[in-house]
C-alpha cells in the first residue's frame, strides 16, 4: 500500500515536472504579426574556447528548424556563397544588411546566433561538454525582433571516458571521432529547444500544426 | 496500476515527439563532412550518400529536407558537374518556392562560369 502511493506521488512528481519544463511562456506577438516562411541560418559568432565551434554548431542546427516548418536555406552552400563574396568569417556575414539579404537570398527572416559555450572540460576520469547559443530570430523585411532566447545543453561522460551520444550522425563512428568533437553531439540536443513549446520557435507552414499553436 | 502509469507516461512522452516531415538520411552527416572530417568523407563520397538518400526517400515516398537538393548541387558544382548541378538547383526551386531568389542566383553564377 505503501509503495503504492510511493509510486503515484512519483508519476505525480514526473508528471509536474514534464509539464513545468514547457510552463515558461514567451510573448510572440511581433512573431505572429510577421510569420516567416524561410529562415536563413548564419553561421554562428563563437565566443567559445574552440575554434571548431561554428561549423560544429551550424552543421546541427537546420533539421530542428526544418522539422518545425519552416524553409532553411542550404547553410553550408549559404556559407561558401558569402565567402565567395568577400565575407570569409561570421563576424562579417552577421554585419549584411537586410535589405541586401531580402534581395540576394529572398529570406523571411535571419537567425543570428552567438555561441556562449561549445566544448568539452577534461577532468582526471570524467568529462563534461556544454553547448550554449543565444539566437535571435529577426524579421528581415522590418527588422523586427520576433525570438530571441538560449539554447543549451551539458553532458557528463561517467568513469569510462567514453563519452555518450551513440545517436550521432549518421554516418557513424568510421567517420567522425566522437571524442574529439562531443560538443557537435551535444549541440543536436541543446537545438531540441527550439521546438520547446511556448518558450521556443513557433510552428511553421511546412508543419501540420501550422497556426495551432 | 503499473501498467496503467505506464501508459500515461508513454503518453505524456509521445504527445511531444512528431514524426519527422522529411527523410533526412546522411544530410546533416554530410553537412559536417564539409567542415570537420572531409579527408575521411571526400565530395565524391558524399554525392554518394546523397545519392543513396535519394532512392531511399523515393522509394518510401518521402520528401527531402529544405535545402537538400541545393546541396547537393552544389557538391556537384564542387566536383565539376555544372549540368546536374543546375537541375538540382531547379529541383530546390519547385520543391520550395522559398529558394527561388536565392537558387537564380547561383544558376546565374553557374551560366556565368
Redesign the interface.
Known sequence: MKT?FL??SL?GA??AL?FTGCATHYDYTNYRAHPP??ILVLPPLNESTDV?GT??Y???V??PI??L??????????D??YKENGMPTAGEMHQAPLDKIR??????AVLYVTLKQYGTVYKLITSSTSVTAKARLVDVRTGTLLWEGTVQAHENSGGTGNIIGDAI???GT????KST?HA?VVSHKANEQFAM?NSGFLFGP??P?FGKD | MRAGSLLILLLLLTACASPSIYSWGHYEGVLYATYKVSDKLPPERQVALMEEDFQKAHAQNQPLPPGWHAHLGFLYYKLGKPDQARQEFTTEKTQFPESVVFMDRLLVSLDKK
Open positions: 503504492q509510486r503515484i508519476l514526473v508528471v514534464l516562411r524561410s571548431g561549423y560544429g551550424l552543421t546541427t537546420t533539421k526544418a522539422e516548418g519552416y524553409y532553411v536555406y542550404p547553410v553550408a552552400v549559404v561558401s556563397f534581395e540576394i537570398i529572398g529570406a523571411d550522425v549518421a554516418i568510421q567517420v567522425v571521432n568533437d557537435h513549446q511546412y508543419n500544426k
